[in-house]
């Protein structure tokens, strides 16, 4: 095995050891029955809700999907055969981080023939275009819940890093700086150089999805359906408010800082929609919000394992596809 293997391997067991630790760390404090009973207090209305926004964003991301396709000269895709080539690459990416968006490509190839390289060059352009609604939502934060989000980073960041430091002797240090050379050196002689080549490669065989952005009869559209989809990722979350009598005299910039931090945890690749750092970071969220740590925990468990659940069962409604084979 090459040493570029051996890394990207390593760099999976580290992901996937940060989760499990921070699952343990969270879920070692928490009582489900406690969680359990909660739940059962709350409305029934919010969940119907959230699950009727989760389907109009996946069909969101369908038709998105489908823009982009047709704009590569791949118009031969339904967009049921598109919801249900993404929701089961959700359903992949949930156990396995980012396998998902390849797979759904495997999947259109399968059932409509539509080039691999092709779907995957769209796929490219979708992540770019989330990435940049992400950064979009990040600068928004620190306009609008700058001083919460201050003392976020400040509490969950900065004393960490400030306190494990202080109490570092001066080898401990001189450990730790030549760690971050041999890391940085790694990094440049061996990271990079594969990152380089496989972004090339990537870049070539994909060339034709790639261009599609500067084919689309309606670009329009497509900010239209990117747009959408992220109001409708931060509906996902404040619903779920409206389901207890503690939550829902929650503000919208309460509501919008959840949002964000649970985004970010989201966003780590760790298995189980960042499970572990999801939850960890939205307790401290709730918290500094201003709600008691049993509820922060109750609404950390309460959302990730609702969006679990419809993830689920998304892929569920795609499997008449699968065993059809016509859609």
């Known amino acids: 095995m090459s040493v ?13 050891a940060i989760g499990a630790f921070l699952c343990y760390r969270f879920f070692t404090t928490v009582n489900i029955t406690e ?37 590569a000269h791949e118009k031969n895709t339904s967009i049921y055969t598109s919801f249900s080539s993404l ?11 980012r396998a998902g968006e390849v797979f759904r490509c495997v999947l259109l190839k399968k059932f409509k023939d539509v080039s691999v390289p092709v779907s995957i060059g769209t796929v490219i352009i979708e992540r770019v275009a989330d990435v940049l609604m992400l950064l979009l939502i990040l600068c928004a934060s620190v306009l609008i819940v700058n001083e919460t989000l201050y003392t ?14 202080s109490h570092m002797s001066v080898y401990k240090l001189l450990i730790v700086l030549v760690l971050m050379v041999v890391l940085t050196w790694v990094f440049i002689k061996y990271i990079y150089p594969h990152i380089h080549q496989k972004f090339k490669n990537v870049l070539l065989s994909t060339k034709e999805g790639l261009v ?15 747009l959408s989809i992220w109001i409708g990722y931060f509906l996902m979350t404040w619903l779920w408010f409206y389901m207890f009598d503690h ?3 929650a503000s919208l910039v309460q509501v919008f800082f959840i949002f964000v931090i649970g985004t970010i945890g989201r966003s780590i690749p760790i298995h189980g929609g960042g499970a572990g750092a999801y939850h960890f970071l939205v307790l401290q969220a709730f918290i500094l919000c201003g709600f008691t740590e049993s509820i922060g925990q109750s609404m950390a468990v309460i959302i990730h394992g609702g969006q679990t659940i419809f993830t689920l069962l998304a892929a569920i409604l795609s499997l008449p596809v699968f065993v059809l084979k016509k859609v």
């Open 152 to 165: 976020f980073l400040y509490e969950f960041v900065y004393t960490p890093v400030a306190g494990a430091i």
């Open 4 to 16: 570029k293997k051996y890394i990207s391997n390593a760099l999976s067991y580290v992901f996937l």
């Open 247 to 249: 939550t829902q005299e």
């Open 87 to 97: 929701s089961m690459g959700y359903l992949l990416s949930f156990f396995i981080p």
């Open 35 to 71: 969680v359990y009973s909660y739940f059962q207090k709350g409305r029934t209305w919010p969940i119907v809700c959230v699950g009727i926004v989760s389907i109009l964003v996946y069909i969101f991301r369908s038709l998105r999907w489908n823009l982009l396709l047709a704009a």
């Open 212 to 226: 599609s952005i500067t084919q689309l009869k309606q670009p329009f559209l497509f900010v239209i359906y990117t």
